[in-house]
């Protein structure tokens, strides 16, 4: 989990790398150039919070771009420089012009958001939270497999007063993995500024008021520690009493230690997460504001 309190901001001068790296135990954040006059203004939690989920958002969307068009493959079949990996993963991806031999590294050698973000199964989680009880509903396509329950009245039809459908009844008591993973899931996507489904936000505010107060916020300066400590002892006490624990569970709960725990700092000197060469991300961002302003005709 990222402290940003600790992020120390730097502006390189003598090469474009834009992320996150270690420098004798010390994590720095160097920026884009250009960003020298604000690094006092943006040296706080929430700015650098925010600019780590801005260019977050910035990566992503470049690398999708660069696998749409074939310049990377996609992620398990990238490339690899022995100085980059994937959580457990030693393995990178590189984009390289082969006119003028340059290079851009995508770095995540601990990139715990990543890794959590696509642990998200939405069919799955719902399955874990709803259970299937007895309604009085009617699901005509379903009638055959309750005929050898049904009453025969002297018509000859068959009357069937219950069927055994989805019904929505939450089972907190062993699905507290999933509404957990669900809180986290929308703190993250709400500093990234995306939509949730209705049904995952409503799974992630019952969390919240089982074991946090109202404006208790993972990424909030004033409660950020106070709510990593509860959700550890949270974790923990899940895991001490959840008595069947399959392989759904587990994919949940490896999900959210890592991203509770997972540190930084434990990483080796070097870059740890971001990108080398960050002037090809900003001419993609001006051709593609280019392109939007001529299709709009300004």
Not at 286 to 293: D, I, K, N
Request: hydrophobic share 35%.
């Amino acid at each position: 989990m990222i402290n940003f309190n600790s992020l120390k901001l730097i502006v390189p001068d003598n090469y474009s790398f834009v992320g996150i790296q270690k420098q004798d135990d010390e994590l720095c954040f160097c920026l884009p150039k250009g960003f020298d006059d604000r690094l006092s203004e943006l040296d706080t939690f929430v700015g650098k919070r925010d600019l780590f989920f801005l260019l977050y958002k910035i990566f992503g969307t470049f690398k999708e771009i660069c696998i749409e068009k074939g310049y990377i493959d996609d992620i398990g079949e990238l490339g690899t420089q022995d100085r980059d990996g994937v959580i457990n993963s030693h393995r990178g991806s590189e984009i390289q012009d082969e006119e003028d031999d340059s290079e851009n590294i995508f770095y995540s050698k601990l990139d715990i958001i990543t890794h959590f973000l696509k642990a998200y199964e939405e069919p799955k989680i719902l399955a874990l939270a709803y259970r299937l009880g007895k309604s009085n509903k009617f699901d005509v396509s379903q009638i055959h497999k309750y005929l050898h329950q049904a009453v025969y009245l002297p018509n000859h039809a068959a009357y069937v007063d219950e069927m055994l459908l989805p019904r929505r009844v939450m089972q907190f008591e062993s699905t507290d993995i999933v509404t957990m993973y669900c809180y986290l899931f929308c703190e993250i996507k709400q500093q990234l500024g995306e939509v949730v489904n209705a049904e995952i936000t409503a799974l992630a505010e019952r969390f919240r008021q089982h074991h946090l107060g109202n404006q208790d916020s993972l990424f909030d300066e004033q409660s950020y520690e106070q709510v990593l400590d509860i959700l550890k002892d949270v974790l923990e006490t899940i895991d001490h009493n959840t008595p069947i624990k399959d392989a759904d569970y587990w994919q949940y709960y490896e999900a959210i230690k890592l991203f509770l725990y997972g540190n930084w700092h434990q990483a080796e000197n070097g870059e740890i997460w971001g990108i080398k060469n960050f002037h090809s991300v900003w001419e993609s961002m001006c051709l593609t504001r280019s392109v939007e302003c001529l299709l709009r005709g300004f």
